[in-house]
C-alpha cells in the first residue's frame, strides 16, 4: 500500500464545475503539498499545508491531521486547469525530511 | 528569477548504453533533488544534495546509477548501463527552506 493515496485517479469536469480532489496519507507528516503538473513535465508547486485550510485564487486546500486527510478544491474550473495534480508529503527520517508523492490525479476540463 | 534548468529534455538510447543528464538549480539554493518519473506515477527520490554533500540516497539503484554536485551548484546524474525499465522523466527539482521548484525534466527512452 502506497504511504500516499490520492482520489480519484482521473476526473473529467465540464467548465463551470466545482472540483474536488482527495489525498490520504498513513505516516506522520510535518507538511503536504499539492503540485500541479502539466504535460511535458513541469511541476508548480500550489500550495504547503501543515494545518488548516489555504486558498489561491481559485484554489483552496484543507487538511485534517487527526484523520491524515487532504483535499484540493478547484471553483468555477477552466480548461486550463487541465493538468496533473498530485499531493506529497513531507516525512521525517533519519537522513532529514523527504517528499513521497501520491501518483497523482489526472483533471481534464472540457469546455 | 531564473527557474531550474535541465538538458537535455529528450534522450533516446539503446539498452546498456551510458547516459547523462545536467541541472542547474536556482541561484543560492543549496538543497537539489533528482527524482525519476515513470509514466502514470508521482516522482520517486533518487537522490538528494544539501550543497555538495549527499543527505539521502537510499533509493538510488548505486549498481548503475550515479550523481554528482561538484562545487555544491550544478549536478549531473548518471546511468551506466541503462536498462528498459530506466524509462522515465528524470526531474531536478532545488529548494530554499520548504518550497521545491522543478526544472522541466528529461525524458530518457530506452530501447
Known amino acids: ?111 | 528569477e531564473a527557474g531550474v534548468a535541465q538538458s537535455p529534455r529528450y534522450k533516446i538510447i539503446e539498452k546498456r548504453q551510458s547516459v547523462a543528464f545536467w541541472c542547474n538549480p536556482i541561484s543560492g539554493h543549496a538543497t537539489l533533488y533528482w527524482y525519476q518519473q515513470i509514466l502514470g506515477q508521482g516522482p520517486k527520490l533518487l537522490i538528494q544534495f544539501q550543497n555538495n554533500g549527499v543527505v539521502d540516497d537510499s533509493q538510488l539503484p548505486k549498481d548503475r546509477f550515479s550523481a554528482e554536485r561538484l562545487k555544491g551548484v550544478d549536478s549531473t546524474l548518471k546511468i551506466q548501463p541503462a536498462k528498459l525499465e530506466d524509462s522515465a522523466v528524470y526531474l531536478c527539482a532545488s529548494s530554499f527552506l520548504e518550497t521545491q521548484y522543478f526544472g522541466p525534466g528529461t525524458r530518457l527512452t530506452v530501447l
Open chain 1, 1 to 111: 500500500k502506497n504511504e500516499v493515496e490520492q482520489s480519484p485517479q482521473n476526473l473529467t469536469a465540464q467548465e463551470g464545475e466545482f472540483i474536488t480532489i482527495n489525498c490520504s496519507y498513513s505516516v506522520g507528516i510535518s507538511a503536504l503539498h499539492w503540485l500541479q503538473q502539466h504535460p511535458g513535465g513541469g511541476i508548480v508547486s500550489l500550495f504547503m499545508l501543515s494545518s488548516g485550510k489555504k486558498k489561491h485564487g481559485r484554489l483552496i486546500a484543507t487538511i485534517n491531521i487527526q484523520e491524515k486527510h487532504s483535499s484540493l478544491h478547484i471553483t468555477a474550473s477552466h480548461p486550463r486547469d487541465s493538468a496533473v495534480y498530485i499531493c506529497a508529503v513531507r516525512v521525517s527520517g533519519t537522513s532529514g525530511s523527504r517528499l513521497t508523492f501520491g501518483e497523482g490525479t489526472q483533471l481534464t476540463v472540457n469546455p
